[in-house]
């Protein structure tokens, strides 16, 4: 009798796994092309640990670098940044699937689970269509905004008109894809605190990416008529603008008579800062003022507004607003003893509460673990500095005290995972290393005395 052979298969990759391993094949590769000298502008590589923190910074689409990105990196060293960034802002299975359209392949219902899971999207048959407005949102509004903020760039370097188109388009995917990267070449964009054009076009570029595609066609789309307004969008864009105003108004007083930051503008100049700081420390990374001279009100409110982010399924990170919101409601739900979570007269489901606790705690365990780590590697900062680079890393915001390349390698490896852990997403992650849970089960309950 023949010995019968068995033949196990392997097991297909769970969609979560998928998406946490294209981050990372992105990432590597980006490592790769920045390493190689033909990337720098010394013609000499600028090293391993340089080129895994940038290639990580940007196809996370955060913004903190240990080099300058402009005089590290040649035309093609910086195109290949921009372009990581532009495939972290739009997120691994998006490319993946667009590049199997283009040729020509069909897309199997594995991956378009796997593109909705990325998309935070529960219905499949729509992902495709999703993805394709997506790439044309993601085309119109970063098209017109480096078109929109050309005259401001022209202006700083009117000699170099070629170097001023660059990196206004540089600026606009940079901003619409909220990393904040930029080609000044040291100063940030602190040049620009007196430029109302630059401010007011980076600002709604901002908003946009952080809104993401979905809320935009969908206002559009209301706007010639074709659908309502969902409810979803509704609470996105009212929770943005709260964030945005109120963030700003909080800044404008904390740092009103700072020389260091605001104290020394014109009045108009003040209110144009204070909104650009707390729509960039929603994810954005830009800096017109400089984070290192914050007031401790200034310092407070940035940390707070890094660690709400914006829209879920958007370009940016953070918790998320969307997230922000249920707590907020169960907080009122509880208070008042209903047993009913609810936003607006709208139900929220349980599963939907859970994952929004699962989030917050996971977010504030993962800064208590690198902020442990990294307070024994580089104990010569203060807590605060420390704390404002892990939440800035971990939000995919982009903001610095200005510290971030005095760090040593142990602490920017913990801000490299820190950037990941957030862009990858924080359930995505754990999920992948842990894996699903087959049984349920239930335990007899228990009374646990808390609060």
């Avoid at 920045?34 to 923190?53: D, I, K, R, T, Y």
């Avoid at 946009?208 to 935009?216: K, N, Q, S």
Wanted: glycine share 10%; aromatic share 10%; hydrophobic share 50%.
């Amino acid at each position: 009798m023949e010995e019968s052979t068995i033949i196990k298969k392997h097991k297909p990759f769970s969609p979560t796994i998928k998406i946490a391993l294209g981050y990372i094949a992105f990432i590597l590769v980006g490592t790769l092309l920045l390493l190689m000298p033909f990337s720098s502008n010394s013609g000499q590589s600028v090293g391993f640990m340089p080129a895994f923190f940038t290639s990580t910074s940007a196809v996370c689409v955060t913004g903190l670098y240990v080099v300058d990105i402009y005089t590290s990196f040649n035309f093609f060293g910086q195109l290949v940044v921009i372009l990581l960034v532009q495939f972290g802002g739009l997120g691994f299975m998006t490319m993946a699937s667009l590049l199997l359209m283009m040729l020509g392949r069909r897309i199997s219902l594995k991956d378009k689970l796997s593109i909705a899971e990325s998309l935070s999207d529960d219905n499949m048959s729509t992902s495709l269509k999703t993805i394709k407005m997506i790439v044309i949102t993601t085309a119109c509004v970063e098209f017109l905004g480096a078109v929109c903020a050309l005259p401001a760039f022209l202006q700083y370097e009117p000699g170099n008109v070629g170097l001023a188109i660059w990196r206004s388009v540089f600026n606009s995917i940079a901003a619409f894809c909220n990393a904040g990267f930029d080609l000044m070449g040291g100063p940030g964009m602190t040049p620009f605190v007196q430029t109302p054009l630059y401010n007011i076009v980076t600002i709604t570029v901002i908003l946009c990416g952080g809104l993401g595609p979905a809320v935009i066609t969908n206002v559009a789309k209301r706007i010639r008529g074709k659908e309502k307004i969902t409810f979803n969008s509704k609470m996105i864009i009212y929770s943005s603008l709260i964030a945005l105003f109120g963030g700003g108004l909080y800044i404008f007083i904390a740092e009103f008579n700072n020389p260091a930051t605001l104290g020394d503008l014109p009045l108009g100049d003040k209110i144009l800062a204070a909104l650009f700081q707390s729509m960039t420390t929603r994810s954005a990374g830009f800096s017109t003022i400089d984070n290192g001279a914050l007031t401790a009100g200034g310092y407070l409110a940035s940390n707070i507004l890094m660690v709400i982010g914006v829209a879920p399924a958007s370009t940016g990170g953070g918790i998320k607003l969307a997230t922000l919101v249920v707590l907020l409601a169960s907080i009122k739900t509880t208070v008042s003893g209903g047993d009913e979570y609810s936003v607006a007269k709208r139900s929220i489901n349980k599963k939907t509460f859970n994952k929004a606790v699962a989030i917050l705690l996971v977010y504030i365990l993962a800064i208590c673990g690198a902020l442990a780590v990294i307070s024994l590697t580089d104990n010569q900062f203060t807590l605060e500095q420390l704390l404002f680079e892990c939440i800035s890393a971990l939000s995919n915001v982009g903001l610095t005290t200005g510290i971030t390349w005095d760090l040593s390698a142990a602490a920017q490896l913990v801000l490299i995972v820190l950037m990941y852990f957030g862009r990858a997403g924080f359930l995505c992650v754990v999920y992948s290393l842990v894996g699903p849970n087959k049984v349920n089960i239930r335990y007899p309950d228990s009374k646990i005395v808390i609060g």
